[in-house]
């Protein structure tokens, strides 16, 4: 048992000290940058291809001004929701992170802010527009089912967004936080890297 105390008091005295030069964190941080970019990216296109499918319903014959009224709803909803998306994706894009490491910083930080704005305020007109837009929607159709389908329908569509709105939600807030956060560390020590050269 003595022989184990100490070998691991030696390996308690062991540390590691591990470095990583400035170009390899300047690579790391440049692939992590570029797939933001392209996460956001591909958000805007999702958002632009679910207008295009909303607008599409306008090609079949309804007969109610609600359900018109529904897809007008949900229509600008995305609308609006791709556009701010568009404008937060343009924060990131826009910066080139190797000509001003510091101000490339300043820049992540207000995209930070603005991710939280949108999964925080913004969601909730997104999802309040969503469901408003829906309930207009289904007023036609709905009279064309059963009672059970049409119960079971509201209470599908109530724990979706119940399920949305808190468990993935706050994931992926919790996600995007860190990730960004972790990145924003990263430019930070190779700013203080780039100075201690200098």
Request: overall charge neutral.
């Amino acid at each position: 048992m003595q022989e184990f105390d100490h070998i691991e008091a030696l390996w308690a005295q062991h540390t590691v000290n591990v470095t990583i030069s400035a170009d390899e964190m300047l690579k790391q941080a440049k692939k992590e940058v570029n797939g933001m970019r392209t996460r956001s990216l591909l958000n805007i296109v999702g958002m632009g291809l679910s207008f295009v499918a909303v607008a599409c319903l306008w090609l079949f014959d309804f007969q109610s001004w609600t359900t018109h009224a529904g897809i007008a709803i949900i229509a600008i909803a995305v609308a609006v929701y791709t556009v701010i998306l568009y404008n937060n994706h343009k924060i990131i894009a826009k910066s080139d992170f190797t000509a001003h490491p510091n101000e490339f910083i300043s820049t992540l930080k207000h995209y930070q802010l603005n991710r939280l704005a949108i999964y925080n305020r913004l969601y909730w007109f997104y999802t309040v527009a969503l469901s408003l837009g829906m309930v207009f929607f289904f007023v036609e159709i709905s009279g064309h089912m059963e009672l059970w389908l049409q119960l079971l329908f509201v209470v599908i569509s109530f724990g979706w967004m119940l399920f949305c709105s808190t468990l993935v939600r706050k994931a992926v807030i919790k996600k995007d936080k860190e990730r960004i956060a972790l990145l924003i560390e990263k430019f930070e020590r190779i700013s203080d890297q780039f100075k201690e050269h200098e």
